[in-house]
């Protein structure tokens, strides 16, 4: 772009300031001689900085300021001044200082210390005498009232102290408001050789500019002899983020669009679940280490839970197997464990009660659900205490373990993973019961992502009533969508790191 071209795109703060930079010129130098506000002036910059017109480096220094108390006894003068002055006109006691009004105790506490220190006072029989070098303190200004002289009248940076003033700062540091430090930004301008020339060019320029194209203008034919300012298509303009929902939830809705696509419906449910709806229905015993509390959370109180038919099938089931044809776990159900709340460790506890819901004639029937469970865990890369996990039943008479593969290849394949291998594995509840791995290419390596398997008998029987195949599996969410999202460390997921959640691409598989 030619030197004219530039000019004409130059905005009204950038033409005002133009002719007044010079190398090293302070931000402050520049308000005063444009009467421009500070944001206006740094704007300034910021644009012809983009021209490439200037160069700004940007320090950070200590700067150091006046404090309340600093303020204030540079009007009344600091305490053992005031003391100096009290002491040589007339022979005084501590006892008279304190009673003194000239003095807040504190104050009077701090002269005292820093007279002693200097060597300035001694005590006769209790009378506060004036040794030889408090009366050159007091026909002199002390090195704490140079300093506070010199912060009140001039801008004061800890990097440009000498080592003495250092040594005075930090005595300074000690009294109480006294002084302060900020970190303040400190601008160094450098004029480029296209700097200069838009300097010795702008003042031969004495076209006027219309920054915008209004009905007023038009009407007004205000634009006649007036040049319209260029506009740099290119420049660079503030990001405007908009609202966005959370990266994990659209990750979610697209793993429920997926199993309503398939044909299932939505379970859902409470957080706070029953032991017995979170255990029990789900043929694991009550001594079984995963109802200890190392591994479930539980919450204080009980549920109201009766022995119906439900719960007596429950605890036959757990005791002798029932009718499933099963000798069950052969010990005493106690239905006071079966109570305990828990915060839910799986959503199987949704498919256990949509089934002790369902009647006969529904079937065949499909259901998923995605939601929070939660674990006794301990927090890191690879592990949290609060997850998601997506569950899913099929309830269906000719429903087998291929069907099942069938549905988890599906899943999975529309999720992006493209090799999928299934191996047998062994849970509670489930017989013949598999493990989904996946393959990740760049590890070169398989990862386990989920179990699944078929409902025992001791589950299904005494919920339905009736002995059904059902296919069931539940998957964490969290560790299927991280690769997509090229986070290592779980607790990523979870940041309140606003860059990184403005920054995470949307899911889009």
Not at 85 to 114: Q, W
Not at 204 to 232: A, M
Not at 353 to 366: A, H, Q, R, V
Not at 481 to 499: A, F, M, P, V, W
Request: hydrophobic share 35%; glycine share 4%; proline share 3%.
């Amino acid at each position: 772009m030619d030197i004219d071209s530039i000019i004409n795109s130059l905005t009204p703060l950038e033409r005002k300031i133009l002719p007044y930079l010079k190398n090293n010129i302070s931000i402050q130098e520049l308000q005063d001689l444009t009467s421009l506000k500070e944001v206006e002036v740094i704007r300034a910059l910021q644009w012809l900085e983009t021209k490439k017109a200037i160069k700004v480096d940007v320090n950070h220094k200590n700067q150091i300021k006046l404090n309340k108390n600093g303020l204030l006894y540079l009007e009344k003068e600091m305490p053992e001044r005031r003391l100096l002055k009290l002491s040589k006109s007339k022979t005084l006691t501590i006892d008279d200082l304190r009673k003194a009004s000239e003095f807040e105790p504190e104050e009077l506490n701090i002269a005292i210390g820093f007279l002693k220190s200097k060597n300035a006072i001694t005590f006769e029989n209790k009378n506060i005498k004036i040794t030889n070098k408090g009366l050159d303190l007091l026909n002199s200004k002390s090195d704490e009232e140079i300093i506070l002289n010199k912060l009140n009248n001039e801008k004061s940076f800890l990097e440009d102290l000498s080592k003495e003033e250092k040594i005075t700062l930090e005595a300074l540091k000690k009294r109480k408001d006294f002084v302060k430090i900020d970190i303040v930004k400190i601008r160094n301008i450098t004029l480029t050789e296209l700097g200069n020339l838009l300097i010795k060019n702008i003042s031969k320029n004495k076209e006027q500019y219309i920054e915008q194209l209004t009905t007023q203008v038009i009407l007004s034919k205000s634009y006649q002899g007036k040049k319209f300012r260029h506009y740099d298509i290119k420049g660079n303009v503030p990001r405007i983020y908009t609202g966005r929902r959370h990266f994990v939830n659209e990750a979610i809705d697209y793993i429920k669009r997926i199993w309503l696509d398939l044909g299932f419906k939505e379970m859902q449910g409470n957080y706070i679940q029953s032991s017995f709806w979170n255990f029990d229905t789900l043929f694991v015993p009550q001594d079984h280490p995963a109802r200890d509390m190392q591994d479930t959370l539980f919450v204080s109180g009980k549920c109201n839970l009766e022995l119906n038919e439900l719960t007596k099938r429950i605890k036959e089931t757990h005791e002798n197997g029932w009718t499933t044809k099963s000798k069950g776990w052969k010990y005493k159900w106690n239905i006071e464990d079966a109570k305990k709340l828990v915060l839910r460790t799986h959503t199987t506890c949704l498919s256990s009660k949509t089934i002790s819901n369902l009647k006969k004639e529904e079937l065949p029937i499909k259901f998923f659900s995605v939601g929070k469970v939660f674990r006794n865990e301990t927090l890191d890369k690879t592990h949290l205490f609060e997850f998601y996990q997506t569950e899913g039943i099929v309830i269906d008479e000719n429903a087998n373990l291929k069907q099942l593969i069938g549905y988890l290849k599906t899943f999975f394949e529309k999720m992006g993973f493209e090799k999928i291998r299934i191996r047998p594995a062994y849970f509670p509840y489930t017989e013949p019961s598999i493990e989904v791995d996946v393959y990740h290419p760049i590890h070169k390596k398989w990862i386990e992502l989920g179990g699944a398997g078929i409902f025992r008998p001791e589950v299904v029987k005494p919920l339905l009533g009736i002995e059904v195949p059902v296919l069931a599996w539940g998957l964490g969410v969290e560790r299927i969508i991280t690769d997509y999202y090229e986070i290592h460390d779980l607790r990523e997921l979870y940041s309140n790191d606003l860059k990184k959640l403005r920054g995470m691409k949307i899911w889009l598989k």
